[in-house]
């Protein structure tokens, strides 16, 4: 069984860092996509940073250079360094990851969630 283990959420002051990481465990063949999203009640998901296989990256226009995802593959882990928080980037993030478990099948997994709040 797959699994996305997100941790290095918290409670950060505004202008601080943090950085997120996701672990993928169990029957992996490889990880193509990472992303990560975050979500705040009321409001849809919506895409944090995005990374492909060849490492490639794209943001969501909210993050304005103040992020930056990352990934190794020896480890099947993503991170997410955040800078410059704000307030507004309290949020629940979630990890998500499209997984090959074999080398035809791949499924989209997605992690449990972390909390990440910032105060002004």
């Known amino acids: 069984q797959v699994q996305l283990v997100e941790s290095g959420g918290g409670l950060v002051q505004s202008g601080g860092s943090l950085r997120l990481s996701c672990v993928a465990t169990?029957?992996?063949?490889?990880?193509?996509?990472w992303g990560w999203y975050r979500q705040v009640p009321g409001k849809q998901r919506e895409l944090v940073a995005r990374?492909?296989?060849?490492?490639?990256?794209g943001y969501g226009d909210f993050v304005e250079g103040r992020f930056t995802i990352s990934r190794d593959n020896a480890k099947n882990t993503a991170y997410l360094q955040m800078n410059s928080l704000k307030p507004e980037d309290t949020a629940v993030y979630y990890c998500?990851?499209?997984?090959?478990?074999?080398?035809?099948?791949?499924?989209?997994?997605w992690g449990q969630g972390t909390q990440v709040t910032v105060s002004s």
């Open positions: 998500n990851a499209d997984i090959l478990v074999s080398a035809n099948y791949e499924f989209e997994y």
């Open positions: 169990g029957r992996i063949f490889s990880v193509n996509n």
């Open positions: 990374i492909i296989r060849d490492g490639s990256a």
